[in-house]
């Protein structure tokens, strides 16, 4: 271990030097130039994804050597070394490949799943052959002034006591200053502006030739650590002094002097690998990862401007108070190791166990926020089953926010409803190690009493205070759930108990519920009619006790542990003497199905428990077939045990036990026909969740039969191929069910009702004629219908979203531009949709059937286009957002009928003006936050309601109502000239002189292809500009935003947007987010318009 050659360290030690001498600058992307033909030698970084700083894989893709730029017929091509130790960390090295999307990297458990990896070219690595074990890792580059996106996989074992297994998106950065730039095609031999050539001078050379031998003279050959290898120092002297002489010859030809550089420089970082060292490869790793880690992070206070005070308020994501400061000093401290030429092995093995302690130890010190938890607000902590009448000044959830490293201290958000004026002041309980508090002596003007206000999450109508509710020494054990607040709310004084507790009721409410069920459900077992009689008796009266614990808002956790504890005894010993009746499905052995093994079990089976074991009885139809029946319990398939048998009925009940209810069970049905010469075991799954999906699964078998029977085609009685993948599609979703093991009875049936309206669609999907082309020779401009499939992404599978969507849509083309309009079938339900990473725009709903008509541009209907869904849907609990894709059938266009998309009428249906509207008949505003606003504007006749009576406050707007709100509202000039974008025939006719007068104005304009996309929603911060333009603001240049999610405003919109927020018309979220890219609603669009009309 001592004699080996250790390179990595040296190797970046010499870079550094080299970095230091030679200040080379990245190249602004030239326009129109291009690099000839050869080859050149450039430094390079890999930067983190987006960002302007070096990822921690930089060190280990850095030998001192430059990296080598390929040109050939165009193609680029980069070269660059990678030690064989470093090389051994990198399970898969891509880059992307010209059109493809970027990879997504998404946490799962313990490990990733990357979407998309596909679309990259994995790297060639060869072995450096250049004296050193350094392997050559080949990249395909796009653009050389471009980043590169690179897809990396670092797995690391070989750290004792240390693992690392990790996907990266990086990206690869090529210093192009001192390429050589020719004209590219079209540029009349101009230089655009781009990137400068900065050649190499005499005195880049001669730095160069003086850290060399500055090298050379503070080293010495040996056989230690620290020492170079006997004979080494030989050879790197005469690299410095032939590079002393090839300057002096070269005098001022400067075109010499990059060969000198190149030569030298290698020379130098050949030697600098020849150092013997101890093996600080998995030190270096560790510091690279830290550093990393601490240069992301802040201490608590930041967020709020007041970092390191000592009252600081805490925003989820920063650090404990020192705790960043103290991580800094173990790095520093194993830097001193890395940088210790003869450090022992052992002292760098030592060295790594402790940045390894710190690099683990460090993140238990963020603080991390909980979903918000909801809370009960109390007069008293007396027993109480209402809350204090002042409960709605105070939001019904907060955050909790803990540290691992503080062990149970517990910090809250409280939500005061209330603007700044009117809540003040707030000072908290004190914490006490026992688990409860003490409400002693608080004082308004002394800090350690006072609530900490969240400025950032803070809005006009809301405060939000951050209390202290548990100790750091309180153990679930101790802590009560309780803590208290004093507030001024105007001019008064106002107090309330605030209990953490509610969730916890809730499920003792919930357990009470589940075991009055199984008390009036379940039967005594044989022979023991008195012990169940007696422990029923006892059962109800802890179901009873439970219920009046769980009534009582106050009630500590202690107090609801101890009631909950009661009725789980109680409810176990009347297991013990009960049979309850158990619903039961046979699934597939590895498939979300149905099996078909289902038929041979009668349903419901009897449930018992025995000695603490779970006992299933149940009867197995056809008995003489069904030769053997194995359940896996403890590890191993057992025969289930014979309780009676009927010949005549051919029938046989069984028992067998189950290690866990709320698990899938394996089992196996032996299936034995002699005149059939048949004899098979089946594998199985029984779901015992006591849901009876009988219907369901009848449904299912007549819906696979409708789609078996179907044939697709174009002729009279065959149905679209869209269609049918749809109905398999639903049969999917349906069969889902089947493996749910915390199902319901409700989802169950919901899940059937479902499925009967699939196939009901399906079959109005039969064609009822012949379908032709109607378009020989092409598409012109017009309008067209097309079906249209969701695909699960990657795949050429119906998405679960097909389901969801009339599968005809229409396609209009206008200008060379074209746009699909999709009829979703779920309004309510599906939440957020995009298409090539854009929202949809909304052309219009209809509430009362529950649809809502999308339109979004498409390039080429030949090819598959990526898209984005998520679906809300909580009546049966479906909460999920997934990536799909969707396929254009361009066989199936046809001449538009006006069929395939559902007309509705929305708000601005009328071209009639609304005349003195009644706004308290809207029914949705009263009580909502903006509903000042909303009736004012409804009575200057900026905006009106829906025919349902309703305003919709919350709905998102579109670009053609904000352009309608604002025209009205700034009484905008007519327009003489008509609009002229690709897509006028789609503008809403009610729409069309108020969009025009605003693109008059300067207010709003179109998209680059020349559309306006009316059903477009309207962001925050396309908002934001759009009155930043109306109120003629001021605009800075490079004017900053302070916002946590600044990065993600529009380049195009940064400079507007600062000035509208600088100016007061717009705000931020809370939690110091501005949410740009979100949708705005009608409620905040009519609020900014309105405080627009009183500054101007």
């Known amino acids: 271990m001592k004699n080996r050659f250790k390179r990595s360290i040296s190797m970046l030690l010499a870079l550094a030097l080299l970095l230091m001498s030679f200040q080379f600058s990245y190249a602004a992307?030239?326009?129109?130039?291009?690099?000839?033909?050869?080859?050149?030698?450039?430094?390079?970084?890999?930067?983190?994804?987006?960002?302007?700083?070096?990822?921690?894989?930089?060190?280990?893709?850095?030998?001192?050597?430059?990296?080598?730029?390929?040109?050939?017929?165009?193609?680029?091509?980069?070269?660059?070394?990678?030690?064989?130790?470093?090389?051994?960390?990198?399970?898969?090295?891509?880059?992307?490949?010209?059109?493809?999307?970027?990879?997504?990297?998404?946490?799962?458990?313990?490990?990733?799943?990357?979407?998309?990896?596909?679309?990259?070219?994995?790297?060639?690595?060869?072995?450096?052959?250049?004296?050193?074990?350094?392997?050559?890792?080949?990249i395909d580059v796009e653009d050389v002034f471009k980043k590169q996106d690179i897809l990396m996989h670092v797995e690391v074992k070989d750290i004792p006591g240390f693992t690392y297994n990790h996907w990266y998106n990086v990206q690869l950065r090529l210093n192009t200053s001192s390429l050589p730039l020719q004209p590219g095609d079209g540029d009349n031999g101009e230089n655009n502006g781009g990137g400068s050539e900065q050649p190499i001078t005499l005195e880049n050379v001669n730095e160069l030739i003086s850290v060399s031998r500055s090298v050379y003279e503070s080293t010495y050959e040996g056989t230690s650590f620290g020492d170079y290898p006997v004979g080494s120092k030989t050879p790197f002297f005469d690299s410095i002094v032939l590079a002393e002489s090839e300057r002096d010859a070269a005098g001022s030809d400067t075109t010499l002097y990059q060969a000198i550089l190149t030569k030298l420089q290698a020379a130098l970082s050949l030697y600098k690998s020849l150092l013997l060292s101890a093996d600080k490869s998995g030190l270096s790793l560790l510091i690279a990862l830290s550093e990393e880690i601490a240069s992301s992070s802040v201490e608590l206070g930041t967020a709020e401007g007041n970092p390191g005070a000592f009252y600081s308020s805490i925003t989820p994501g920063e650090y404990a108070k020192n705790s960043k400061s103290n991580f800094i000093d173990q790095i520093n401290i194993a830097k001193v190791v890395l940088n210790d030429e003869k450090a022992t092995q052992a002292v760098v093995d030592a060295a790594v166990n402790k940045i390894n302690y710190a690099y683990i130890d460090f993140p238990t010190w963020q603080y991390v926020a909980s979903a918000p938890a909801k809370i009960y607000v109390l007069d008293s902590l007396a027993p109480t089953e209402v809350e204090t009448i002042h409960a709605n000044e105070i939001e019904k959830t907060a955050v909790l926010i803990t540290?691992?490293?503080?062990?149970?201290?517990?910090?809250?958000?409280?939500?005061?409803?209330?603007?700044?004026?009117?809540?003040?002041?707030?000072?908290?309980?004190?914490?006490?190690?026992?688990?409860?508090?003490?409400?002693?002596?608080l004082l308004f003007t002394r800090n350690r009493d006072k609530a900490l206000k969240i400025s950032k999450s803070s809005t006009e109508v809301k405060q939000v205070y951050q209390v202290i509710s548990r100790n750091m020494l309180a153990g679930d054990d101790k802590w009560l759930g309780l803590s208290f607040v004093r507030y001024k709310s105007g001019d008064t004084t106002k107090e309330a108990y605030i209990s953490y507790n509610a969730g916890l009721l809730d499920e003792l409410k919930q357990a009470a519920v589940d075991a009055q069920k199984l008390h009036d459900t379940a039967s005594a077992v044989v022979g023991e009619e008195q012990q169940f009689a007696d422990a029923k008796e006892g059962l109800l009266a802890a179901i009873q006790s439970a219920e009046q614990a769980s009534r009582n808002l106050a009630a500590t956790r202690q107090q609801i542990a101890d009631a909950k504890s009661v009725l789980q005894d109680a409810l176990a010993a009347f297991k013990e003497t009960a049979s309850a009746i158990l619903y039961f499905s046979a699934i597939h052995a590895d498939k979300e199905q149905f099996s078909t093994m289902d038929s041979y079990f009668v349903k419901p089976a009897l449930v018992t428990t025995e000695s603490g074991s779970t006992l299933v009885t149940l009867t197995v139809k056809d008995s003489a077939t069904v030769q053997a029946f194995r359940v896996k319990t403890g590890g191993a398939f057992v025969e289930s045990t014979v309780v009676s048998e009927d010949e005549d009925a051919n029938t046989r009940v069984v028992t067998f036990k189950v290690d866990n209810l709320s698990e899938l069970a394996n089992a196996q049905v032996r299936a034995v026909v002699p005149d059939r010469n048949y004899d098979m075991t089946h594998d199985i799954r029984l779901n015992l969740n006591n849901v009876n999906n009988a219907e369901l699964a009848l449904a299912i078998?007549?819906?696979?039969?409708?789609?078996?029977?179907?044939?697709?085609?174009?002729?009279?009685?065959?149905?679209?191929?869209?269609?049918?993948?749809?109905?398999?599609?639903?049969?999917?979703?349906?069969?889902?069910?089947?493996?749910?093991?915390?199902?319901?009875?409700?989802?169950?049936?919901?899940?059937?009702?479902?499925?009967?309206?699939?196939?009901?669609?399906?079959?109005?999907?039969?064609?009822?004629?012949?379908?032709?082309?109607?378009?020989?020779?092409?598409?012109?401009?017009?309008?067209?219908?097309?079906?249209v499939r969701i695909l699960k992404f990657g795949t050429d599978q119906d998405s679960v979203m097909q389901g969801y969507i009339n599968p005809n849509a229409k396609l209009s083309i206008s200008g060379g531009s074209k746009t699909i309009s999709l009829t979703l079938m779920q309004d309510k339900e599906i939440t957020g949709l995009k298409f090539n990473g854009a929202n949809v725009s909304t052309v219009s709903r209809n509430v009362e059937q529950n649809t809502r008509v999308v339109s979004f541009p498409i390039a080429d209907l030949s090819k598959v286009t990526n898209g984005w869904v998520k679906v809300d849907w909580p009546e049966i609990d479906y909460h999920h957002e997934y990536d799909i894709q969707i396929k254009f059938d361009e066989s199936s266009i046809r001449a538009y009928d006006g069929s395939d998309v559902l007309p509705v009428k929305t708000e601005e249906d009328s071209d009639e003006e609304l005349v003195e509207p009644v706004v308290t008949n809207l029914k949705d505003i009263q009580g909502h936050w903006a509903q000042d606003a909303i009736e004012k504007a409804i009575g200057l006749g900026i905006a009106k309601g829906y025919e349902d009576g309703k305003f919709h406050p919350n709905a998102v707007i579109n670009r053609a109502e904000f352009a309608v709100m604002l025209s009205r509202a700034l009484k905008l000039e007519a327009s003489k000239e008509a609009t002229s974008f690709n897509d006028k025939q789609e503008l809403p006719k009610w729409a069309q002189e108020h969009i025009a007068r605003a693109v008059k104005a300067g207010l709003i304009g179109g998209y680059d292809d020349q559309t306006f996309r009316a059903g477009n929603e309207i962001t925050r911060a396309e908002l934001a500009v759009i009155i930043a333009r109306a109120a003629k603001l001021e605009i800075k240049e490079n004017a900053a935003l302070s916002f946590a999610d600044a990065a993600e405003f529009p380049a195009w919109a940064r400079n507007e947007a600062a000035a509208a927020i600088e100016g007061g018309y717009i705000q931020g979220k809370g939690n110091n987010m501005f949410d740009p890219n979100a949708s705005a609603t009608r409620a905040e669009a009519l609020t900014l318009i309105l405080r627009l009309l009183e500054k101007l």
């Open 701 to 787: 078998t007549q819906a696979t039969a409708v789609h078996k029977a179907a044939v697709v085609g174009t002729k009279k009685g065959e149905y679209p191929e869209a269609a049918k993948n749809t109905l398999q599609s639903a049969i999917q979703s349906a069969s889902a069910e089947s493996v749910r093991v915390a199902g319901t009875q409700e989802q169950s049936d919901t899940a059937r009702t479902v499925l009967l309206a699939a196939v009901a669609a399906f079959k109005a999907a039969e064609n009822t004629v012949t379908i032709t082309d109607p378009t020989p020779g092409g598409l012109t401009n017009g309008q067209f219908s097309i079906n």
């Open 29 to 138: 992307e030239p326009q129109e130039t291009k690099v000839p033909d050869g080859e050149y030698a450039i430094s390079y970084n890999y930067w983190k994804d987006n960002m302007e700083t070096a990822s921690a894989a930089d060190g280990f893709m850095q030998t001192g050597n430059a990296g080598k730029l390929i040109i050939q017929d165009g193609k680029s091509k980069f070269e660059h070394e990678i030690t064989s130790k470093n090389y051994a960390y990198f399970h898969y090295l891509g880059s992307r490949k010209a059109g493809s999307s970027k990879a997504v990297i998404t946490p799962v458990g313990s490990g990733y799943t990357v979407d998309g990896q596909d679309g990259y070219q994995p790297v060639v690595y060869r072995p450096a052959n250049n004296g050193t074990d350094n392997w050559i890792v080949q």
């Open 403 to 441: 540290n691992q490293g503080l062990q149970n201290r517990t910090s809250v958000n409280l939500t005061f409803n209330g603007s700044a004026t009117s809540i003040t002041e707030v000072v908290q309980s004190f914490a006490l190690e026992e688990g409860g508090m003490t409400t002693d002596g």
